[in-house]
């Protein structure tokens, strides 16, 4: 990520679930946030999106192709998540590399929830600005400031109130794969230690892969290089070591197996998984 300026892969996320909402037939994905929370330029394009306005070149059909896949994509992330959340029914919610998530704003069953969103401050900075439109559905929502690579989590969220006596779902949707193995060993030392029992932790990981390897430059030239990828087995063997049990495990593509028109655009995606993992203490 630049200094002084929002994720990029966040606005790509936020813009990616706004050109899906309300458009994925048999499945019910909707984020109404999504739009609102985006940066104007990223605004103007989703919409020239759902218009169907022309690419006006070569280019431009590719970036709308691989845009629409994206899309795609978003609708079995967000939902599972989604109802991981609404099964887990913690009375604290920590979205860690929050972006433009909006679950805080969309949510209804959050009502109960205090929601601690975890980010950068550029990007917080960006999002709160926006996010002041909107109607919150959670009881509360705090802003925690913390960059992963510097800050210590277990500091930001002691004083923004968070309390480690009661159970949490935590969301790590779209960082780890920024992180370099050292850093998320400690981010999962401060989960551990801030996490009750039944709590669950919801990661979004990505598996190795050749597709990887092609997207590498390509992040690299917006600031926010790729720094990790785990196996499934090596994945449950990390959580494992910080007190987590693996209860799901599947990619994207597997998800979506129930969805045909889903399945057939993001078929190539086996290297994004997503496990959900409760927190098991000591006996």
Do not use: C, N
């Not at 999106?49 to 431009?60: E, W």
């Not at 900075?125 to 960059?147: C, H, S, T, Y």
């Not at 551990?192 to 990981?205: C, H, P, Q």
């Amino acid at each position: 990520m630049k200094p002084g300026r929002e994720s990029q892969t966040a606005v790509m996320v936020a813009a990616a679930r706004a050109a899906a909402q309300g458009r994925t037939a048999g499945v019910d994905f909707q984020d109404p946030t999504a739009l609102a929370l985006l940066p104007d330029e990223a605004r103007r394009r989703v919409e020239d999106f759902r218009a169907g306005v022309p690419p006006k070149d070569l280019r431009g059909r590719l970036s709308r192709s691989f845009f629409g896949k994206r899309a795609k994509m978003m609708v079995p992330r967000t939902v599972a998540i989604d109802e991981a959340v609404r099964a887990a029914g913690a009375p604290q919610l920590v979205i860690l590399g929050a972006g433009l998530d909006g679950r805080a704003w969309r949510m209804p069953e959050l009502r109960d929830v205090t929601v601690f969103e975890v980010d950068h401050p550029d990007s917080q900075r960006e999002k709160q600005a926006r996010a002041a439109a909107l109607e919150r559905f959670a009881r509360e929502v705090r802003f925690v400031p913390v960059d992963f690579t510097r800050d210590r989590l277990d500091d930001a969220l002691a004083a923004a109130g968070h309390d480690p006596a009661r159970p949490t779902t935590w969301i790590w949707e779209g960082v780890v794969m920024y992180l370099a193995p050292p850093d998320i060993a400690a981010t999962l030392a401060a989960i551990e230690r801030r996490s009750a029992a039944a709590s669950r932790l919801i990661v979004v990981y990505h598996r190795p892969a050749l597709v990887l390897r092609l997207m590498r430059p390509v992040m690299r030239r917006i600031g926010e290089p790729l720094r990790s990828a785990f196996t499934a087995e090596a994945m449950r063997a990390l959580l494992a070591e910080h007190g987590f049990a693996v209860v799901r495990d599947q990619t994207v593509a597997e998800i979506s197996a129930a969805s045909p028109a889903i399945a057939q655009k993001i078929r190539a995606m086996r290297h994004l998984g997503i496990a959900v993992a409760e927190r098991r203490l000591p006996a």
